[in-house]
Nanobody, 120 residues
Framework: QVQLMESGGGLVQAGGSLRLSCAASGSIFSINAMGWYRQAPGKQRELVADITSGGSTNYADSVKGRFTISRDNAKNMVYLQMYSLKPEDTAVYYC??????????????WGQGTQVTVSS
């Protein structure tokens, strides 16, 4: 069993900041890419940012320069530091991981999501 557990969401005013954390636990051999996605009401889930095990990052154009993704490979954790938040950043944020399980299978896992609400 593998679980991803997000934390750090909440309500913030426009221009504020939040830091999301995600911890992967369970029968994990290694983790390849980790990332953050978000889904606003009535919209499709979209990639916010992802990061490889080697530290290469990729960001959605809408968050470049405002959000920073990082990870701690030793702790199987990924973070999303969000600055200059805008009302349009309001969404449920999901953690994602592509990993190799202890029994050698390449699998994809999702967290349960954490709500981020930015008020204007």
């Amino acid at each position: 069993q593998v679980q991803l557990m997000e934390s750090g969401g909440g309500l913030v005013q426009a221009g504020g900041s939040l830091r999301l954390s995600c911890a992967a636990s369970g029968s994990i051999f290694s983790i390849n890419a980790m990332g953050w996605y978000r889904q606003a009401p009535g919209k499709q889930r979209e990639l916010v940012a992802d990061i490889t095990s080697g530290g290469s990052t990729n960001y959605a154009d809408s968050v470049k320069g405002r959000f920073t993704i990082s990870r701690d490979n030793a702790k199987n954790m990924v973070y999303l530091q969000m600055y200059s938040l805008k009302p349009e950043d309001t969404a449920v944020y999901y953690c994602n991981a592509d990993l190799i399980t202890a029994w050698g299978r390449l699998e994809e896992y999702w967290g349960q999501g954490t709500q981020v609400t930015v008020s204007s």
